[in-house]
């Protein structure tokens, strides 16, 4: 039987009382709606206040905001260097900027972003930070839920938290590859390429290094606000430093789904023109692959992150 929590006063997402915008707590556990900005001409004054309740919300978002790649990316520069996009290449002119389409006519079994996970953990300098932006959405489902995974580890036992806390998780694009090929069409899309591998005799010296991945630390620490936060999810982890696989899957198995629990999440219903941001050091998510028959067109930046420590 898995523990059913309710985090009541571990966690406090009331917004602060900022003097350039406005932040409406989304739901207890994280998440926010910031107002009164327009990103195209975000004031420094602003941006330092965006910034803040992004790290003290987890996620935030923004309505109404018909801004262009070139501004896209000039708003995520304002949290650092760009990162290596592990599945996507640029939109012509935007190398940074990621397109993240699934047309109407695509069956695949699943889609770009599904099962919870933090962005791309395989990779030696995961990202920090995710900038997503809606075009076209379905007129219902293509949601995209978001955990607490710092709510998550303060919500599990003392002698937990002890047992855990030196070790490593091993992350890997295995098991998404795998399930790429199995269940995507292939055509020029994220989860389309990989799908197209399946008649390949050998991946490329580039999947080959995302599929044997790193190990970063299950507990890691925020490099700004010191935060502990649970880094681990069900899509990527795969093992655990120094553990066999029948001995680490049990552990995995468990961090993921209690990391996941309905108290621990907020949900965001697409409209055009919205932009969402999330730190992946501090929260998980997914996106749900309900919209057979309809045109989602979203793009993407992300921004980034040190070696996990």
Known sequence: MRRVLH??????????????????PLAAALGAEIRGVNLAQVSEAQFVEIRDALYRHKMIFFRGQKITHAEHEAFSLGFGPFAEDAYTKGVPGHANVHPLIKEADDKSKMVFGEGWHTDSPFMPKPPAITALRSIEVPPFGGDTQWANSALALASLSPAYQKMIAGLRTHFSMRDVLASAQAGAEERDSPLGRLASTKHTGQLSEDLQRKV???????????PVTGEKALYLDGAYAIGIEGFDEFEAAPIIDYLANHLVQAAFTCRLRWEPDMLAIWDNRLCVHQAFNDYHGYRRELYRTTVVGEVPA
């Open 7 to 24: 985090p009541t006063g571990q966690f406090d997402n009331h917004a602060k009382p900022y003097q350039h915008i406005e932040a409406l």
């Open 212 to 222: 044997r991945g790193n190990f970063h630390p299950m507990v890691r620490t925020h």
